[in-house]
T-cell receptor, first 115, second 116 residues
Framework: AQSVSQHNHHVILSEAASLELGCNYS??????LFWYVQYPGQHLQLLLK??????LVKGIKGFEAEFIKSKFSFNLRKPSVQWSDTAEYFC?????????????FGDGTTLTVKP | EAGVAQSPRYKIIEKRQSVAFWCNPI?????LYWYQQILGQGPKLLIQ????????DSQLPKDRFSAERLKGVDSTLKIQPAKLEDSAVYLC??????????????FGPGTRLTVL
């Protein structure tokens, strides 16, 4: 069964700092990858997703993620964070060879951006 | 487009009591998921429905948890009897594609359950 590891449990940054959140998964087959975000008081919602093609994907609010197949990684980046990026971020992987619709989530990274 | 609806939003019960949660997915979404999210952890899949059939319930504690989606639309998740370790947020999500594809899941607001 696949698993997802998010290395940073809590990240604290000042506004305008650069962000990189790590995500590694364990599955040798074909995957689709997602980053979801939960802003304070809101639902979990999609930030970006990778299905195929260009391994660098761009999402909402200036976020991007790069799929590196050889490293089983899908790290999330943003060049300059804002206070409004304070949220919890979850990486998820779907293993297409088994149940393509099933997502396995990491334990999340809480990002706090100080104004 | 209306989002995924869940009720109740909060529930406090004592251990050994029963509780039920309700979810109404986005109209037309064939796939419905129930997740358990314990504080400090990511969502863990309890059960996945495709229309009214169960696709995956491998992590559902079947001795106390049950779920149904009788008409392929809304769904209920029941815990009977509840244990202290069931305290968590129960999330419902839905998506439209069939089993051969993955796509964005749309989440409801969740039900926060506290078992005393």
């Amino acid at each position: 069964a696949q698993s997802v590891s998010q290395h940073n449990h809590h990240v604290i940054l000042s506004e305008a700092a650069s962000l990189e959140l790590g995500c590694n998964y364990s599955y040798g087959g074909t995957v689709n990858l997602f980053w979801y975000v939960q802003y304070p008081g809101q639902h979990l919602q999609l930030l970006l997703k990778y299905f195929s093609g260009d391994p660098l994907v761009k999402g909402i609010k200036g976020f991007e993620a790069e799929f590196i197949k050889s490293k089983f990684s899908f790290n999330l980046r943003k060049p300059s964070v804002q206070w409004s990026d304070t949220a919890e971020y979850f990486c998820a992987v779907n293993a297409l060879d088994t149940n393509a619709g099933k997502s396995t989530f990491g334990d999340g990274t809480t990002l706090t951006v100080k104004p | 487009e209306a989002g995924v609806a869940q009720s109740p939003r909060y529930k406090i019960i004592e251990k050994r009591q029963s509780v039920a949660f309700w979810c109404n997915p986005i109209s037309g979404h064939a796939t419905l998921y129930w997740y358990q999210q314990i504080l400090g952890q990511g969502p863990k899949l309890l059960i996945q429905f495709q229309n009214n059939g169960v696709v995956d319930d491998s992590q559902l504690p079947k001795d106390r948890f049950s779920a149904e989606r009788l008409k392929g639309v809304d769904s209920t998740l029941k815990i009977q009897p509840a244990k202290l370790e069931d305290s968590a947020v129960y999330l419902c999500a839905s998506t439209s594609p069939g089993l051969a594809r993955a796509d964005t899941q749309y989440f409801g607001p969740g039900t926060r359950l506290t078992v005393l």
